[in-house]
Protein backbone atom coordinates (compact mmCIF):
# COMPACT_ATOMS: atom_id res chain seq x y z
CA UNK A 1 0.00 0.00 0.00
CA UNK A 2 1.28 3.28 -0.62
CA UNK A 3 1.37 6.22 1.39
CA UNK A 4 0.15 9.78 0.50
CA UNK A 5 1.05 12.85 1.82
CA UNK A 6 -0.78 15.70 1.48
CA UNK A 7 1.26 18.76 2.63
CA UNK A 8 5.24 19.61 2.13
CA UNK A 9 5.79 19.64 5.99
CA UNK A 10 4.12 16.13 6.76
CA UNK A 11 6.16 14.61 4.12
CA UNK A 12 9.46 15.87 5.72
CA UNK A 13 8.28 15.02 8.58
CA UNK A 14 8.24 11.12 7.77
CA UNK A 15 9.17 8.89 10.45
CA UNK A 16 11.22 6.41 8.30
CA UNK A 17 15.10 5.44 8.56
CA UNK A 18 16.11 6.35 5.06
CA UNK A 19 14.50 7.50 1.76
CA UNK A 20 15.68 5.79 -1.46
CA UNK A 21 15.08 7.49 -4.70
CA UNK A 22 15.35 4.71 -7.29
CA UNK A 23 14.93 6.87 -10.34
CA UNK A 24 17.93 6.82 -12.40
CA UNK A 25 20.97 8.83 -11.87
CA UNK A 26 20.08 11.42 -14.54
CA UNK A 27 16.28 12.15 -12.81
CA UNK A 28 17.75 11.91 -9.25
CA UNK A 29 20.86 14.52 -10.36
CA UNK A 30 18.21 16.75 -10.96
CA UNK A 31 16.06 17.15 -8.29
CA UNK A 32 15.29 14.42 -5.20
CA UNK A 33 14.22 14.76 -2.26
CA UNK A 34 16.58 16.07 0.65
CA UNK A 35 18.52 13.49 2.34
CA UNK A 36 17.83 10.90 -0.15
CA UNK A 37 19.88 7.89 -0.87
CA UNK A 38 20.11 6.84 -4.71
CA UNK A 39 19.78 3.69 -5.30
CA UNK A 40 18.71 3.72 -9.24
CA UNK A 41 17.02 0.05 -10.15
CA UNK A 42 17.46 1.00 -13.83
CA UNK A 43 20.64 3.36 -14.90
CA UNK A 44 20.41 6.25 -17.45
CA UNK A 45 20.81 3.72 -20.37
CA UNK A 46 18.57 0.84 -19.10
CA UNK A 47 15.85 3.64 -18.80
CA UNK A 48 16.46 4.69 -22.64
CA UNK A 49 16.38 1.64 -23.66
CA UNK A 50 13.18 0.47 -22.00
CA UNK A 51 11.85 3.58 -23.08
CA UNK A 52 12.82 3.41 -26.79
CA UNK A 53 11.40 -0.65 -26.84
CA UNK A 54 8.10 0.47 -25.87
CA UNK A 55 7.25 3.23 -28.31
CA UNK A 56 8.75 1.40 -31.14
CA UNK A 57 8.47 -2.24 -30.30
CA UNK A 58 6.30 -3.61 -27.74
CA UNK A 59 4.97 -2.66 -24.62
CA UNK A 60 5.08 -5.85 -23.12
CA UNK A 61 8.79 -6.46 -24.73
CA UNK A 62 9.59 -3.86 -22.49
CA UNK A 63 8.19 -4.45 -19.42
CA UNK A 64 9.86 -8.04 -19.55
CA UNK A 65 12.84 -6.51 -19.96
CA UNK A 66 12.61 -3.82 -17.82
CA UNK A 67 11.62 -6.04 -15.00
CA UNK A 68 14.76 -8.24 -15.67
CA UNK A 69 16.99 -5.32 -15.35
CA UNK A 70 14.90 -3.82 -11.89
CA UNK A 71 15.15 -7.07 -10.25
CA UNK A 72 18.91 -7.80 -11.25
CA UNK A 73 19.98 -4.38 -10.01
CA UNK A 74 17.51 -4.31 -7.00
CA UNK A 75 19.62 -8.02 -5.99
CA UNK A 76 23.00 -6.26 -6.81
CA UNK A 77 21.91 -2.76 -3.85
CA UNK A 78 20.06 -5.40 -1.48
CA UNK A 79 23.41 -7.67 -1.07
CA UNK A 80 25.82 -4.45 -0.97
CA UNK A 81 24.67 -1.16 -0.25
CA UNK A 82 21.77 -2.02 2.16
CA UNK A 83 23.35 -5.36 3.64
CA UNK A 84 24.29 -3.68 6.69
CA UNK A 85 20.70 -3.07 7.71
CA UNK A 86 18.61 -4.67 10.81
CA UNK A 87 15.69 -6.19 10.31
CA UNK A 88 13.71 -3.21 11.76
CA UNK A 89 14.80 -1.36 9.12
CA UNK A 90 12.10 1.32 7.36
CA UNK A 91 12.95 3.01 4.32
CA UNK A 92 10.59 4.69 2.28
CA UNK A 93 10.65 4.32 -1.41
CA UNK A 94 9.82 6.60 -4.49
CA UNK A 95 10.15 6.56 -8.09
CA UNK A 96 8.87 8.99 -11.38
CA UNK A 97 5.44 8.71 -10.21
CA UNK A 98 5.46 5.89 -7.36
CA UNK A 99 4.78 2.80 -10.25
CA UNK A 100 6.50 -0.03 -11.60
CA UNK A 101 10.25 0.35 -10.43
CA UNK A 102 9.23 1.65 -6.85
CA UNK A 103 6.49 -0.69 -6.42
CA UNK A 104 9.15 -3.77 -7.70
CA UNK A 105 12.30 -2.77 -5.25
CA UNK A 106 9.60 -2.32 -2.01
CA UNK A 107 8.25 -5.53 -2.92
CA UNK A 108 11.80 -7.20 -2.55
CA UNK A 109 12.40 -5.24 0.31
CA UNK A 110 9.24 -6.32 1.71
CA UNK A 111 9.79 -10.16 1.42
CA UNK A 112 12.98 -9.45 3.16
CA UNK A 113 11.27 -8.51 6.11
CA UNK A 114 11.96 -4.66 5.94
CA UNK A 115 8.66 -2.68 6.81
CA UNK A 116 9.12 -0.45 2.88
CA UNK A 117 6.72 1.42 1.96
CA UNK A 118 5.90 3.67 -1.17
CA UNK A 119 5.41 7.63 -1.84
CA UNK A 120 1.71 7.39 -3.63
CA UNK A 121 2.83 9.37 -6.87
CA UNK A 122 6.36 9.26 -6.23
CA UNK A 123 8.81 12.26 -7.26
CA UNK A 124 5.85 13.94 -9.13
CA UNK A 125 3.45 14.25 -5.73
CA UNK A 126 6.58 15.61 -4.16
CA UNK A 127 7.07 18.02 -6.91
CA UNK A 128 3.37 19.20 -6.71
CA UNK A 129 3.87 19.55 -2.85
CA UNK A 130 7.22 22.02 -3.76
CA UNK A 131 5.46 23.58 -6.11
CA UNK A 132 2.45 24.09 -3.54
CA UNK A 133 4.70 25.18 -1.00
CA UNK A 134 6.46 27.95 -2.75
CA UNK A 135 4.03 29.30 -5.03
CA UNK A 136 0.80 29.09 -4.34
CA UNK A 137 0.37 28.98 -0.46
CA UNK A 138 1.24 32.14 1.33
CA UNK A 139 4.64 32.14 3.16
CA UNK A 140 3.85 31.73 6.77
CA UNK A 141 7.46 33.25 7.92
CA UNK A 142 8.24 37.12 8.99
CA UNK A 143 11.52 37.79 7.00
CA UNK A 144 13.67 40.25 8.23
CA UNK A 145 16.51 41.44 4.90
CA UNK A 146 20.03 42.13 5.88
CA UNK A 147 20.53 45.21 3.39
CA UNK A 148 23.47 47.35 2.27
CA UNK A 149 26.42 47.58 -0.03
CA UNK A 150 28.00 45.16 -1.61
CA UNK A 151 30.61 44.02 0.53
CA UNK A 152 29.11 44.74 3.49
CA UNK A 153 30.24 40.72 4.89
CA UNK A 154 26.16 40.00 5.02
CA UNK A 155 26.75 36.34 4.04
CA UNK A 156 29.46 36.13 7.16
CA UNK A 157 26.73 37.43 9.50
CA UNK A 158 24.13 35.55 8.94
CA UNK A 159 26.43 32.63 9.39
CA UNK A 160 27.56 33.84 12.97
CA UNK A 161 23.68 34.85 13.70
CA UNK A 162 22.76 31.35 13.30
CA UNK A 163 25.88 30.20 15.35
CA UNK A 164 24.02 32.57 17.74
CA UNK A 165 20.54 31.06 17.59
CA UNK A 166 18.93 33.55 15.12
CA UNK A 167 16.84 32.33 12.47
CA UNK A 168 18.40 32.34 9.03
CA UNK A 169 17.74 31.32 5.54
CA UNK A 170 21.04 31.40 3.17
CA UNK A 171 19.71 32.31 0.11
CA UNK A 172 23.01 32.35 -1.78
CA UNK A 173 24.11 28.89 0.01
CA UNK A 174 21.16 27.35 -1.12
CA UNK A 175 22.18 28.56 -4.56
CA UNK A 176 25.31 28.28 -4.71
CA UNK A 177 26.56 31.66 -5.64
CA UNK A 178 27.33 34.90 -4.49
CA UNK A 179 24.79 36.72 -5.87
CA UNK A 180 26.95 39.06 -8.27
CA UNK A 181 28.45 39.54 -11.27
CA UNK A 182 31.40 37.55 -9.90
CA UNK A 183 29.23 35.38 -7.49
CA UNK A 184 30.45 31.75 -9.48
CA UNK A 185 31.17 28.94 -6.55
CA UNK A 186 33.09 25.91 -7.01
CA UNK A 187 31.14 23.16 -8.40
CA UNK A 188 28.52 25.54 -10.51
CA UNK A 189 24.61 25.87 -8.83
CA UNK A 190 22.52 23.52 -8.75
CA UNK A 191 18.98 22.92 -11.33
CA UNK A 192 15.92 25.56 -10.67
CA UNK A 193 13.90 21.81 -8.86
CA UNK A 194 17.11 21.29 -6.79
CA UNK A 195 17.27 24.96 -5.60
CA UNK A 196 13.76 24.98 -4.39
CA UNK A 197 13.64 21.74 -3.17
CA UNK A 198 16.71 22.89 -0.88
CA UNK A 199 15.01 26.23 -0.19
CA UNK A 200 11.28 24.40 0.39
CA UNK A 201 13.31 22.01 3.22
CA UNK A 202 15.57 24.99 4.85
CA UNK A 203 11.54 27.06 5.17
CA UNK A 204 10.23 23.93 6.42
CA UNK A 205 12.42 23.70 9.47
CA UNK A 206 11.80 27.33 10.53
CA UNK A 207 9.56 28.37 13.64
CA UNK A 208 7.25 30.53 11.93
CA UNK A 209 6.55 31.94 15.01
CA UNK A 210 10.41 33.45 15.30
CA UNK A 211 11.76 36.37 12.53
CA UNK A 212 14.00 35.29 9.59
CA UNK A 213 16.89 37.02 8.59
CA UNK A 214 17.59 36.68 5.16
CA UNK A 215 19.93 38.81 2.83
CA UNK A 216 18.46 41.10 0.64
CA UNK A 217 18.93 39.84 -2.95
CA UNK A 218 17.51 40.28 -6.21
CA UNK A 219 14.62 38.04 -7.84
CA UNK A 220 17.50 35.78 -9.61
CA UNK A 221 20.55 34.85 -7.62
CA UNK A 222 22.97 33.83 -10.30
CA UNK A 223 20.92 31.64 -13.18
CA UNK A 224 18.06 30.61 -10.03
CA UNK A 225 14.55 32.73 -9.73
CA UNK A 226 13.39 33.00 -6.28
CA UNK A 227 10.02 31.88 -5.79
CA UNK A 228 7.45 34.46 -6.45
CA UNK A 229 5.90 34.33 -2.75
CA UNK A 230 9.51 34.38 -1.43
CA UNK A 231 10.21 37.25 -3.70
CA UNK A 232 6.99 39.23 -2.42
CA UNK A 233 7.66 38.25 0.80
CA UNK A 234 11.88 39.29 0.62
CA UNK A 235 10.27 42.93 -1.13
CA UNK A 236 8.01 43.87 1.74
CA UNK A 237 10.45 42.43 4.89
CA UNK A 238 11.85 45.25 6.76
CA UNK A 239 15.40 45.79 6.40
CA UNK A 240 18.39 46.19 8.28
CA UNK A 241 20.95 47.50 6.97
CA UNK A 242 24.48 47.40 6.85
CA UNK A 243 26.60 50.10 6.30
CA UNK A 244 30.68 50.18 6.37
CA UNK A 245 33.84 52.48 4.63
CA UNK A 246 34.26 51.78 1.20
CA UNK A 247 38.02 51.21 2.26
CA UNK A 248 36.38 48.78 4.78
CA UNK A 249 34.79 46.74 2.06
CA UNK A 250 37.08 46.85 -0.29
CA UNK A 251 39.32 45.50 1.72
CA UNK A 252 36.61 42.83 2.66
CA UNK A 253 36.12 41.98 -1.25
CA UNK A 254 39.35 41.54 -1.74
CA UNK A 255 39.58 38.76 0.24
CA UNK A 256 36.14 36.98 -0.10
CA UNK A 257 36.73 36.97 -3.75
CA UNK A 258 39.96 36.35 -3.85
CA UNK A 259 39.68 32.73 -6.01
CA UNK A 260 37.82 34.82 -8.93
CA UNK A 261 40.30 37.81 -8.91
CA UNK A 262 43.41 35.63 -9.06
CA UNK A 263 41.99 34.16 -12.17
CA UNK A 264 42.66 36.75 -14.52
CA UNK A 265 41.75 35.88 -17.72
CA UNK A 266 37.97 34.60 -16.10
CA UNK A 267 37.79 37.57 -14.10
CA UNK A 268 38.18 39.66 -17.67
CA UNK A 269 35.72 37.80 -19.15
CA UNK A 270 33.28 38.88 -16.82
CA UNK A 271 33.84 42.44 -16.71
CA UNK A 272 34.36 43.04 -20.32
CA UNK A 273 30.42 42.74 -21.03
CA UNK A 274 29.96 45.60 -18.74
CA UNK A 275 31.32 47.82 -21.49
CA UNK A 276 28.02 48.71 -23.01
CA UNK A 277 26.61 49.47 -19.43
CA UNK A 278 29.46 51.24 -18.18
CA UNK A 279 31.27 52.48 -21.08
CA UNK A 280 34.64 51.88 -23.23
CA UNK A 281 36.79 54.21 -20.66
CA UNK A 282 35.41 52.92 -16.96
CA UNK A 283 35.85 49.07 -18.21
CA UNK A 284 39.50 49.45 -19.52
CA UNK A 285 40.58 51.09 -15.92
CA UNK A 286 39.23 47.90 -14.54
CA UNK A 287 41.58 46.18 -16.82
CA UNK A 288 44.57 47.70 -16.06
CA UNK A 289 44.08 47.32 -11.99
CA UNK A 290 43.57 43.71 -13.54
CA UNK A 291 47.42 43.52 -15.46
CA UNK A 292 48.99 45.49 -12.28
CA UNK A 293 47.54 43.11 -9.55
CA UNK A 294 45.77 45.48 -7.48
CA UNK A 295 42.79 43.67 -6.34
CA UNK A 296 41.63 45.98 -3.61
CA UNK A 297 41.72 48.42 -5.91
CA UNK A 298 39.72 47.09 -8.36
CA UNK A 299 37.31 45.95 -5.82
CA UNK A 300 36.81 49.62 -4.77
CA UNK A 301 36.71 50.67 -8.51
CA UNK A 302 33.93 47.98 -9.02
CA UNK A 303 32.07 49.38 -6.26
CA UNK A 304 32.20 52.84 -6.73
CA UNK A 305 31.42 52.73 -10.50
CA UNK A 306 29.02 49.68 -10.90
CA UNK A 307 27.97 48.02 -7.62
CA UNK A 308 27.10 51.23 -5.97
CA UNK A 309 25.46 53.06 -8.30
CA UNK A 310 23.47 49.94 -9.51
CA UNK A 311 22.50 49.63 -5.45
CA UNK A 312 21.14 52.87 -5.07
CA UNK A 313 18.97 52.40 -8.25
CA UNK A 314 17.44 49.41 -6.98
CA UNK A 315 17.14 51.16 -3.50
CA UNK A 316 14.65 53.92 -4.80
CA UNK A 317 12.56 51.69 -6.68
CA UNK A 318 11.99 50.22 -2.97
CA UNK A 319 9.85 51.37 -0.68
CA UNK A 320 10.64 48.65 2.53
CA UNK A 321 10.79 49.39 5.94
CA UNK A 322 14.30 50.21 7.55
CA UNK A 323 14.06 49.15 11.23
CA UNK A 324 18.04 49.74 12.23
CA UNK A 325 21.14 50.98 10.70
CA UNK A 326 24.47 48.99 12.00
CA UNK A 327 27.44 50.76 11.24
CA UNK A 328 30.79 49.13 11.80
CA UNK A 329 34.53 50.97 11.06
CA UNK A 330 35.88 47.41 10.63
CA UNK A 331 34.70 43.99 8.88
CA UNK A 332 37.24 41.97 10.80
CA UNK A 333 36.20 39.45 13.30
CA UNK A 334 35.68 42.05 16.06
CA UNK A 335 33.55 43.96 13.95
CA UNK A 336 31.56 40.90 12.55
CA UNK A 337 30.76 40.17 16.11
CA UNK A 338 29.83 43.41 17.53
CA UNK A 339 27.46 43.86 14.52
CA UNK A 340 26.24 40.30 14.99
CA UNK A 341 25.35 41.59 18.95
CA UNK A 342 23.41 44.65 17.35
CA UNK A 343 21.42 43.12 15.05
CA UNK A 344 20.52 40.56 17.81
CA UNK A 345 19.16 42.90 20.13
CA UNK A 346 16.63 44.46 17.30
CA UNK A 347 15.27 41.41 16.52
CA UNK A 348 14.80 40.87 19.89
CA UNK A 349 12.77 43.80 20.15
CA UNK A 350 10.40 42.40 16.98
Known sequence: ?????????????????????????????????????????????????????????????ARKLGAALVFRNAANHIENSLSHHEGDWRPLVYCWRGGQRSGSFTWML???????????????????????????DPLPHRLVALDGYTGTAKTDLLALLQTQGVQVLDLEGLAN?????????????????????????ALCQLDPARPVVVEAESSKIGSLFLPPTLWSALCAAPRIVISATIEARAAYLAEAYDDILSDTERLRDRLSPLRFHRGHEVV??????????????????????????????????QAAEVIALVETATLDAAGLSEMADQIGQVLDQL
Open 110 to 136: QQIGWRAEVVEGGYRTYRRLVNRYLYD
Open 284 to 317: DSWLALIDTGNKQGLTQALMEQHYDPAYAKSRRA
Open 1 to 61: MSLKFSSLPQLYAHPFDNVIDVRSPAEYAEDHLPGAISLPVLDNEERARVGTIYVQQSPFL
Open 177 to 201: HRGSLLGERPGGQPSQKAFESALAA
